[in-house]
């Protein structure tokens, strides 16, 4: 079947321009959930010592952009110290500008008073994060420990000491912060693997 000189012309133009390479369906090395979420906030809520850990991923090593815990004094009134954590925690915030946070799951406390006080702690954090806009996960205390040190139950001595070694940290972060690292620390470990359950979100 013959063709005509215009359409051997566009054949020849089609097989002389360069050919882009097909892009992967699914590189697993590299999800886009880890291209958006470079700047990761772990928090660790609690009325009187709420830890939070911000870090960069970055190779190497994750870098730690800043960490502490907001302490509120124990004659201090429940509002004074919900009032403080938003308010701390507004500043953290504006100072690092994080994507997204990662809260410690809820516990079953033997005390109902005691979950009382960690529920209104946890939902002044909450609101504020979410007020930024950041999203919100949730991850079981237990599932943190076994990513961080392996062991599901292990103490909170261990987690900070696995902490300190994996963002090459100076000195041991106070247990609080520590725990507000290790969230971070697990969900950049999570978004660097191909897996097939999403995270809940709160």
């Not at 880890?34 to 991923?57: C, F, M, N, Q, W």
């Not at 950041?134 to 000491?161: D, F, S």
């Amino acid at each position: 079947m013959g063709i005509t000189p215009q359409q051997f012309s566009q054949m020849q133009e089609r097989l002389s321009s360069p050919r882009r390479a097909a892009s992967p369906v699914l590189d697993r090395t590299a999800p886009a959930s880890a291209k958006a979420h470079e700047v990761i906030l772990g928090l660790d809520p609690s009325l009187r010592g709420t830890g939070y850990g911000i870090i960069r991923l970055a190779k190497p090593y994750p870098q730690t952009l800043a960490q502490g815990t907001i302490s509120c004094p124990a004659g201090w009134e429940h509002s004074r110290c919900l009032a403080r954590i938003a308010v701390s925690l507004r500043e953290v915030l504006r100072q690092h500008q994080p994507s997204v946070c990662v809260v410690e799951g809820l516990f079953f406390a033997q005390n109902l008073q005691t979950a009382l006080i960690m529920g209104e702690a946890r939902g002044a954090a909450l609101a504020t994060i979410a007020e930024a806009g950041l999203e919100i996960y949730e991850l079981a205390p237990r599932k943190v420990k076994q990513a961080i040190v392996g062991y599901g139950a292990a103490q909170k001595l261990a987690v900070a000491k696995m902490v300190q070694r994996m963002l090459r940290l100076p000195e041991l972060p106070a247990p609080d912060a520590a725990d507000a690292l290790a969230l971070a620390l697990t969900h950049a470990q999570a978004q660097g693997r191909y897996s097939l359950q999403t995270p809940k979100r709160v």
